[in-house]
C-alpha cells in the first residue's frame, strides 16, 4: 500500500529537477561498468567525481530540506491544505514528525560545518553527536530558536576532531563515536572562558586530544589503520548473557570493518539511538517486558486509578494473576465475563473490582481473560492489542 505522500506524488505531473536529471545523465550505465583492479584510468576518474557528486548533492538536500520545512512549520504554510503540520508531513511527504523534526533543528548547524569537510559532508550522526553540546553550552536563543554560541561551540568541537584526523597518518573519515568521544570530555559550561574565542580554543583543543588519544599518534601504522580487537570490560546494562554475547561479536566485526578500536558501551549507544528514533519502539518495549514477566512472574499485579469519566473517589483494581484467578472454598467457578452468548475457555487472568463513590454504592466484580479484557478496564501504563 502507497503512503499518502506517495500517492500525492503519482496523481501530479512529473517535474524532476533539473540539477537531479543532470547528476544522472552524467553517471554511468550501470551494466557499463566493469570490475577495476589496479590504478584508476581517466574515465574511472570521472565516474568517481560524478558518483561522488550525486552523492554530496544528496546529503545537502537533506538538510536543505530541513531549512524548508521549518519555513513551512513557522509560516503555517500548509495551512491551505492540513489543519496541522503532521498532517502534512505525512501526507505530503510520508514524514513522521520525529525525522522531520530532526531535520529541522539540525539544518542550521548542518550548514555551518559542510565547508569543513572537504566535500565527504555532513551527517545525521554528526549533528546527532553534537546537538547536545548547542544545547548544553549555547546562550540566548533568537526567534527562530538560533544560538549562535552553542554552533559555535558545537563547530569548534568538529574542527578540533577533524584536526585531530588531520595530523594522523590514518586516512580516516570524522565518525559519530569520535565525536562522542571528543563531547565527552568538554569541560563544564561554567568552566569555559567567557570570552569567545578562547572558548573556541579551550574545546578545540580539549576535542583534539580526545580524538587523538582514541586513534593513536601516527606511525607505524602499517596499513594505515589500528588493528581491531575486541573491548570487553563491564557492561553497564543488565543484558542477558547470550545478548552480551552477540555485542561482543558485533564489536569485533564493527571494529575490524571500521579499522578502529570500538567498545561495547559506543555499540550499545548506536543501538539505543536507533531504537529510540523508532516512534513504535516504546510499546514494543512494553510488551516484551510484559510478555516475559507474565512468563516470569506469574503472580499478582495491581493496578488501582480512578476510570475517566466517573466521579472524584471511584475506584477501580485490576489484578492480574497470569496463571489465573481461582473461586473460593464454596464459590462457583470462576469465568471469563466474554461478550457474547459463546462462553469462553481462556484462563480468567483478570479481576476488575469498582469501588463507586457513596455509602450505599454496590461493589461489583468481574473476570476476564486477557484478550477480553474491556479497554476501559486497562490499567494505566499497559498496552494492549
Known amino acids: 500500500m502507497s503512503t499518502p505522500a506517495a500517492q500525492h506524488r503519482n496523481g501530479r505531473p512529473n517535474r524532476p529537477d533539473r540539477s537531479i536529471v543532470t547528476l544522472v545523465q552524467d553517471l554511468p550505465d550501470l551494466a557499463d561498468v566493469a570490475e ?13 567525481a560524478a558518483a561522488e557528486a550525486a552523492i554530496d548533492t544528496f546529503q545537502a538536500s537533506g538538510w536543505a530540506a530541513g531549512q524548508a520545512l ?3 512549520a513557522k509560516g503555517a504554510y500548509h495551512r491551505d491544505t492540513h489543519a496541522t503540520f ?3 508531513l505525512w501526507e505530503r511527504w510520508g514524514l513522521k514528525p520525529s525525522p522531520a523534526y530532526r531535520l529541522m533543528e539540525g539544518w542550521r548547524l548542518a550548514a555551518r560545518l559542510a565547508p569543513a569537510t572537504a566535500g565527504r559532508g555532513v551527517t545525521g550522526s554528526h549533528v ?8 548544553q553550552y549555547g546562550g540566548d536563543r533568537d526567534e527562530d530558536g538560533f544560538d549562535e554560541l552553542g554552533e559555535t561551540t558545537a563547530e569548534a568541537v568538529f574542527a578540533g576532531a577533524q584536526d585531530a584526523l588531520q595530523e594522523s597518518a590514518l586516512d580516516r573519515k570524522l565518525t559519530a563515536v569520535l565525536l562522542d568521544a571528543a563531547v565527552a570530555v568538554l569541560p563544564k559550561p561554567a568552566e569555559l572562558p567567557e570570552d569567545q574565542g578562547e572558548r573556541v580554543k579551550v574545546v578545540r583543543e580539549a576535542a583534539r586530544e580526545a580524538v587523538t588519544s582514541l586513534i593513536g599518534k601516527a606511525g607505524g601504522a602499517g596499513d594505515g589503520k589500528e588493528k581491531a580487537k575486541k573491548v570487553s570490560g563491564p557492561l553497564r546494562l543488565a543484558v542477558p548473557e547470550k545478548l552480551a554475547a552477540e555485542l561482543d561479536d558485533w564489536t569485533s566485526q564493527l571494529s575490524a570493518g571500521l579499522g578502529m578500536t570500538l ?6 549507544a548506536r543501538i539505543v539511538e536507533l ?5 513504535d519502539a516504546l510499546a514494543a518495549v512494553a510488551q516484551r517486558i510484559e510478555s516475559e514477566s507474565a512468563e516470569k512472574i506469574g503472580t499478582a499485579r495491581r493496578w488501582t486509578w480512578t476510570p475517566a469519566g466517573k466521579p472524584r473517589g471511584h475506584i477501580r483494581i485490576a489484578e492480574q494473576k497470569p496463571k489465573g484467578h481461582k473461586a473460593g472454598k464454596g464459590e462457583p467457578e470462576i469465568t471469563c465475563a466474554a461478550p457474547g452468548t459463546e462462553p469462553c475457555e481462556e484462563i480468567p487472568e483478570w479481576r476488575v473490582t469498582d469501588h463507586p463513590v457513596g455509602k450505599t454504592a454496590t461493589v461489583s466484580t468481574a473476570h476476564f481473560c486477557d484478550e477480553h479484557l474491556p479497554a476501559d478496564s486497562s490499567p494505566p501504563g499497559r498496552w494492549n492489542g
Open 275 to 279: 531504537a529510540l528514533e523508532e516512534p
Open 36 to 48: 577495476g583492479t589496479g590504478a584508476l584510468s581517466a574515465m574511472e576518474r570521472a565516474n568517481l
Open 86 to 88: 503532521p498532517e502534512y
Open 128 to 135: 546527532t553527536s553534537l546537538m547536545p553540546v548547542v544545547k
Open 70 to 72: 521549518a519555513v513551512i
Open 263 to 268: 567498545s561495547r558501551d559506543a555499540v550499545v
